[in-house]
């Protein structure tokens, strides 16, 4: 499987992602918003975009679609809840369903809500999992539930299903937002050392060239896998008389996206 990670270098820190077969060069591109820079890439490394992938329908992860399936003819998959939305989709999938990619590649889809009630995250299959998450998990953070999400519905989607993936799963979200999110797991967990080793290491990156963490790394540094590590709780219930005397792990998750909203 190929992967090409492309940074929109738009004020979202936008993340694209180009998935293709090395036997056939076809391709699926997931959230094309910067339809040029896709293009470019595909053509650089001779690869025929066949798919376009939308995880979820805001804006700045479809708007690119019409253009996009103008230039290339692909098929637009999104999950099927989303599809009247986001208008113009080929195929609705739903949890469990696959797409392939020319003769070597398949994708597994995941139904992940809580940012949106309708997100797709798609998981690769064989050797060396990825996982292109789009605005649901982020690296070292979580998606806001700001425009149609729900916080107690993405903390099942992060304890019943991506806390269950293997730690060398790949981790490539829908933006770059890292060292904000390094920020405030350090605002939390000031004594985590690997978060902050990784701070410094990645303060200033180009994101034309992004780190890849895995899971094992966000085990580490991502605060809304860490909900009952003593210090986090701790801090949480310094600051908030509303936590309670032994809170369980979605009092604490909800309360760290609440705090994060406003950090």
């Not at 997931?30 to 820079?37: C, E, G, K, N, T």
């Not at 798919?51 to 692909?74: P, R, S, Y």
């Not at 292109?132 to 107690?152: R, S």
């Not at 899971?215 to 908030?240: G, Q, T």
Request: hydrophobic share 35%.
């Amino acid at each position: 499987m190929i992967v090409h990670q492309i940074y929109a270098d738009n004020p979202l820190r936008n993340f694209h992602y180009l998935i293709a077969c090395p036997e056939s060069r076809d391709a699926l591109v997931i959230d094309p918003l910067d339809v040029s820079r896709c293009l470019d890439v595909a053509a650089k490394h001779d690869l025929k975009i066949t798919k376009i992938l939308n995880t979820h329908e805001h804006w700045d992860h479809v708007d690119g679609n019409a253009e996009m399936k103008q230039a290339t003819g692909a098929i637009i998959y999104a999950h099927h809840g989303a599809m009247d939305k986001i208008g113009n989709v080929d195929i609705g999938l739903k949890a469990g369903d696959e797409i392939s990619i020319g003769t070597s590649v398949t994708l597994t889809a995941l139904d992940t809500p809580g940012h949106t009630m309708s997100h797709l995250c798609l998981l690769s299959n064989g050797k060396d999992p990825a996982l292109f998450c789009g605005d649901t998990l982020f690296n070292a953070g979580a998606g806001n539930c700001h425009h149609g999400g729900d916080p107690d519905i993405l903390y099942d989607t992060f304890s019943q299903q991506l806390d269950k993936l293997p730690d060398d799963t790949r981790i490539y979200p829908g933006h770059d937002y890292i060292v904000n999110n390094l920020e405030f797991t350090l605002d939390r967990e000031p004594s985590n050392a690997q978060a902050q080793a990784m701070l410094e290491k990645l303060k200033g990156q180009d994101p034309h060239d992004a780190y890849i963490t895995t899971m094992a790394d966000e085990r580490r540094i991502n605060s809304f896998f860490r909900l009952e590590n003593p210090a986090i709780i701790k801090k949480l219930k310094s600051e908030n008389t509303k936590i309670s005397d032994t809170p369980k792990p979605r009092e604490i998750f909800k309360a760290l996206r609440e705090l994060r909203n406003h950090w």
